[in-house]
């Protein structure tokens, strides 16, 4: 690209990260009206001790504001068993809190058992950056699943496994 050719810089900076694999989780919580979540890309590790994690959510969405307002939320980490479920949470409406796909942690939190990992955080801090909010959370509780699959991401807005296939020597 010449140096004096014009760039759309939102556009060029969606069409980056369209390219760049990310993993799939369901970050959900309790509201006013019953359980609500949505699907997340952007969820990355910061620190081991304490365990802590952070995400953005675009703050034009229902659920991003449930999320935001919750004094504690689920982070559930996807394979491949749950991307019927990450699809789900990445259209509108959530499923109702009578729905099976739900269970109950010791806590009392509803959360999807079929997630690979189960993460159960509180928020440490949020910033709101134009139209997303960065949250950093305080992971309390992890529960592990017992028939972890192959990784699930999100690549070029579709999802794809990775397999042992994928992995290069």
Partial sequence: MPADAPVDIAAAYKEAFRGHPAGVAVITAEGPSGPTGLTASSVASVAVDPPVL??????????????LGAPLFVVHLMDVHGVALAKRFAST??????????????????YLPSAAAVLRCRPLSTTPIGSSTVVVAEVLDIVLGSDRGEPLVYHNREFHSLTERSRLS
């Fill in 54 to 67: 952070v995400f953005s959510l675009s703050t034009n969405s229902g659920s991003a504001g449930t999320v």
């Fill in 93 to 110: 409406g959530s499923p109702a809190a009578d729905d099976p796909i739900w269970g109950t942690l010791p806590s009392g939190d509803r």
